[in-house]
């Protein structure tokens, strides 16, 4: 059984940063991609970023592209979303989810993770 638990989450101003974390337990974690996604309220959950097994290729949405970086620590079992110069419509609910392979082939897709985290609250105030 895989357990992915986030955080780093909380309030900001907007133009600030966070780092959010999420530690894994239960599965090869290195082997795997990685992902973030987010939950605003009334909106449907979307794709932020994911990296490789290897930490070398990353992807990320267009309305985060230039803000966030997604790293990882294999050694740590510990995947990594540095947000950087917030806006108001970053605030969500920031999931941590482990893909079922080890390409970015298709990481954008919520159907292609079989694992998530539950969730930490990211409020970005204007």
């Known amino acids: 059984q895989v357990q992915l638990v986030e955080s780093g989450g909380g309030l900001v101003q907007a133009g600030g940063s966070l780092r959010l974390s999420c530690a894994a337990s239960?599965?090869?974690?290195?082997?795997?991609?990685m992902g973030w996604f987010r939950q605003a309220p009334g909106k449907e959950r979307e794709f932020v970023a994911a990296?490789?097994?290897?930490?070398?290729?990353?992807y990320y949405a267009d309305s985060v592209k230039g803000r966030f970086t997604i790293s990882r620590d294999n050694a740590k079992n510990t995947v990594y979303l540095q947000m950087n110069s917030l806006k108001p419509e970053d605030t969500a609910v920031y999931y941590c989810?482990?893909?079922?392979?080890?390409?970015?082939?298709?990481?954008?897709?919520?159907?292609?993770?079989?694992?998530w985290g539950q969730g930490t609250q990211v409020t970005v105030s204007s």
């Open positions: 239960g599965r090869t974690f290195s082997t795997y991609v």
């Open positions: 989810a482990q893909n079922r392979g080890r390409t970015l082939s298709g990481s954008s897709r919520g159907t292609e993770y079989d694992y």
């Open positions: 990296i490789s097994w290897t930490g070398f290729n990353t």
